[in-house]
C-alpha cells in the first residue's frame, strides 16, 4: 500500500531508559521513545527501524479476512477468469494453527486456510500463496496443469524463492500444500 505522506516524527529521548527504544502513534505523529544516551546515529538508526516496525504492525491489522477474501477475487479475475466459476472459495481466511504450511486448500468444502507467517511478508508473496491455493479449487493435484495455472502468475517462482529462503533462514520446515 502505497503511503501517501512521510509521518511527523517526534523523539523524545529518557534518562531513566538504558537501552529500550519504544514507539507508539499518537494521531498523525509517531512518538519514539529512546535512551538519553544515544548518539545522534544511534537515534537515527532506531528511529528508522521504529517506524518500519509499526508500519508492519499497521500492515498486518489491515490484513483481515474480509481482505484476504477481496484479495481472492482480485486475483481470480486477474489470473483465473476462466475458471471464474472453480476458483472462488466458499471460505478463506488467516490462521495461526498451521506450522507446517503456508497455506492449505480442503477441495471437498472449497475452504482454504493462509498461515498467519505471511501475514507481514510482501503482498506479492502473500499474492502467490492464496492463488496457489485458488489453483487448488481447479486442480486439486500438483500436476502440471496446476503448475501451468501457477505459472500465470509472473512472480511465482520469485515468491517461491523467498518463501524457502525464509523457511531456511528461521530453520522451519514449511512445505507448499
Ligand atoms: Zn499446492
Keep these: ?11 523524545r529521548r529518557s534518562q531513566r531508559r538504558r537501552r529500550t527504544v519504544s514507539a507508539y502513534r499518537d494521531g498523525e505523529r509517531i512518538v519514539v521513545l529512546i535512551p538519553d544516551q544515544f548518539s545522534r546515529a544511534e537515534e537515527t ?15 498486518r491489522i489491515r490484513r483481515t479476512d474480509d481482505e484476504l ?3 481472492a477475487r482480485r ?33 471437498a468444502d472449497r475452504s482454504i486456510r493462509i498461515s498467519h507467517r505471511i501475514q507481514e511478508m510482501p503482498d506479492w508473496v502473500i499474492d502467490y500463496v492464496l492463488l496457489h ?24 517462482e520469485r515468491a517461491r524463492g523467498y518463501l524457502e529462503g525464509v523457511s531456511a533462514a528461521a530453520g522451519l520446515v514449511m512445505a507448499e500444500d
Design 1 to 11: 500500500m502505497a503511503r501517501t505522506r512521510k509521518p511527523v516524527v517526534e523523539v
Design 45 to 59: 538508526e532506531w528511529v528508522a527501524r521504529m517506524l518500519a516496525r509499526l508500519e508492519a504492525r499497521e500492515e
Design 69 to 71: 477474501h477481496a484479495r
Design 75 to 107: 486475483l481470480i479475475a486477474r489470473y483465473l477468469p476462466d475458471h471464474a466459476r472453480t476458483a472462488v472459495p466458499e471460505s478463506v481466511r488467516w490462521v495461526n494453527n498451521q506450522n507446517g504450511r503456508w497455506g492449505s486448500c480442503t477441495p
Design 133 to 156: 491455493e485458488l489453483a487448488h479449487l481447479v486442480v486439486p493435484s500438483h500436476s502440471t496443469a496446476f503448475w501451468n495455472l501457477v505459472a500465470r502468475y509472473p512472480k511465482a
